[in-house]
Nanobody
Framework: QVQLVESGGGLVQPGGSLRLSCEAS????????MGWYRQAPGKERELVAV???????NYADSVKGRFTISRDNAKSTVYLQMNSLKPEDTAVYYC???????????WGQGTQVTVSS
């Protein structure tokens, strides 16, 4: 019902910036949350940032002050602006959309972010 397509990943040097985008093909109207998760090799998938339909945001401690999540409801798109990137940010980044009351849960296919000199 909802398909998510991530884009914007790539290779950057430490201290550089990237902006990830996640566009939803279906309607996201509802009490909902959209977020970004990441998974590095040998690691569990972890929450990076989330934004609700009410505009509230939460961030992992490791990215606070460096990453900013935002959404454009007219375009059904969520963004993740990543600044001051560190090698430990290297991971596959996944977009997630949830309808809270309905219990629906959707994931994108992921986009690779590599931070290296």
């Amino acid at each position: 019902q909802v398909q998510l397509v991530e884009s914007g990943g790539g290779l950057v040097q430490p201290g550089g910036s990237l902006r990830l985008s996640c566009e939803a093909s279906g309607s996201i109207f509802s009490i909902n949350a959209m977020g970004w998760y990441r998974q590095a090799p040998g690691k569990e998938r972890e929450l990076v940032a989330v934004i609700t339909s009410g505009g509230s945001t939460n961030y992992a401690d490791s990215v606070k002050g460096r990453f900013t999540i935002s959404r454009d409801n007219a375009k059904s798109t969520v963004y993740l602006q990543m600044n001051s990137l560190k090698p430990e940010d290297t991971a596959v980044y996944y977009c997630r959309f949830r309808r809270i009351r309905e219990g629906d849960d959707y994931w994108g296919q992921g986009t690779q972010v590599t931070v290296s000199s």
